[in-house]
């Protein structure tokens, strides 16, 4: 039976081979533009889930909010000031790939927030603070003293950070230069650092090679410190980094001013 339906089909298809192709051509024009209308691949997978869903609905309000183009890079550290270390240098890395990245941008660091943060909260919130800062007096030493050490850190640690230094680790390394042999006790007094910290930054320094532990030969339980030659490398040219910017501390309060300045803070050097 299956034979002879086929047998008939073959037939009836060689007798009429032009309705048969008019017919066949008809078909393929319908198919090919249901095809085009009724199917599609997306590759936008908030599409495929349901839009009633709360989660959902909160994260779709999000995006419209906060829209995400790009790349975006979370950087950890063991201080807040590694982070920003770390986050610097890598920007400033990326920003010279200009055929791979068009832009890098800081959203949270950077000098554009250091000016402008404040106006990332929202209006009511920069109203109210805006309010505080008006009817604040800010004639406080302290307070000044915070705002200067703020930007010396920033400006400095900018430019120490392809060293992979900062503020503190110079200060390690440039103390060290100066003394060496020093013990890690005595570095703990010179610098005001805490024992606990300063291991663990010596630990680092170590790792980049630009220092070096052995046993004091007058005391079996301390550790003398000494520069290897990469961290005398590093202090030279942070040296000149640094004077650099002294020029600029002098340039911002005035030639007159700075050796004033200079004198009056060297009474805390002692703590």
């Given at each position: 039976?299956?034979?002879?339906?086929?047998v008939r089909?073959?037939?009836?298809?060689?007798?009429?081979?032009?309705?048969?192709?008019?017919?066949?051509?008809f078909?393929?024009?319908?198919?090919?533009?249901?095809?085009?209308t009724?199917?599609?691949?997306t590759?936008d997978?908030?599409?495929l889930?349901?839009?009633?869903?709360?989660w959902?609905?909160?994260?779709s309000?999000l995006?419209?909010?906060?829209?995400?183009q790009?790349i975006s890079?979370?950087?950890?550290?063991?201080?807040?000031?590694n982070a920003?270390?770390a986050?610097n240098?890598?920007?400033?890395?990326l920003?010279?790939?200009?055929?791979?990245?068009?832009?890098?941008?800081?959203?949270?660091s950077?000098?554009f927030?250091q000016r402008?943060g404040?106006?990332?909260?929202?209006?009511?919130?920069v109203k109210?603070?805006i309010?505080?800062?008006s009817?604040?007096?800010?004639?406080?030493l302290?307070y000044?003293i915070?705002?200067?050490?703020?930007?010396?850190?920033?400006?400095?640690n900018?430019?120490l950070?392809?060293l992979r230094?900062?503020?503190?680790?110079y200060?390690?390394?440039e103390m060290v230069?100066a003394?060496?042999?020093?013990s890690?006790?005595?570095?703990c007094?010179?610098?005001?650092?805490?024992?606990?910290?300063l291991?663990a930054?010596?630990?680092?320094?170590?790792k980049?090679h630009?220092?070096?532990?052995?046993?004091?030969?007058t005391?079996?339980?301390?550790?003398?410190?000494?520069?290897?030659?990469?961290?005398?490398?590093?202090?030279?040219?942070?040296?000149?980094?640094?004077?650099?910017h002294?020029?600029k501390?002098i340039?911002?309060?005035?030639?007159?001013a700075?050796p004033l300045?200079?004198a009056?803070?060297?009474?805390?050097r002692s703590g």
């Amino acid at each position: 039976m299956l034979n002879s339906a086929v047998v008939r089909i073959v037939d009836f298809c060689a007798h009429r081979c032009r309705l048969v192709l008019i017919v066949g051509f008809f078909l393929t024009i319908t198919a090919a533009t249901y095809d085009v209308t009724r199917f599609s691949i997306t590759t936008d997978t908030q599409s495929l889930i349901s839009q009633d869903l709360q989660w959902h609905q909160r994260q779709s309000a999000l995006s419209k909010a906060f829209p995400q183009q790009g790349i975006s890079v979370v950087v950890t550290a063991s201080t807040p000031e590694n982070a920003e270390q770390a986050t610097n240098a890598l920007q400033r890395d990326l920003s010279k790939r200009s055929n791979l990245f068009r832009t890098v941008v800081q959203p949270d660091s950077g000098d554009f927030f250091q000016r402008s943060g404040l106006l990332f909260e929202p209006l009511p919130d920069v109203k109210k603070s805006i309010d505080g800062l008006s009817k604040a007096q800010f004639n406080h030493l302290g307070y000044f003293i915070r705002r200067a050490q703020q930007w010396i850190f920033r400006d400095v640690n900018s430019r120490l950070a392809h060293l992979r230094l900062d503020v503190i680790r110079y200060s390690i390394l440039e103390m060290v230069s100066a003394n060496p042999g020093i013990s890690q006790i005595s570095l703990c007094g010179a610098l005001g650092i805490e024992r606990a910290r300063l291991v663990a930054l010596l630990d680092e320094l170590q790792k980049l090679h630009f220092i070096t532990r052995q046993r004091s030969t007058t005391d079996r339980r301390s550790h003398a410190l000494q520069l290897t030659s990469e961290g005398r490398a590093a202090v030279k040219e942070a040296n000149h980094l640094i004077a650099a910017h002294e020029e600029k501390v002098i340039e911002r309060i005035g030639p007159d001013a700075y050796p004033l300045l200079l004198a009056a803070l060297s009474t805390f050097r002692s703590g």
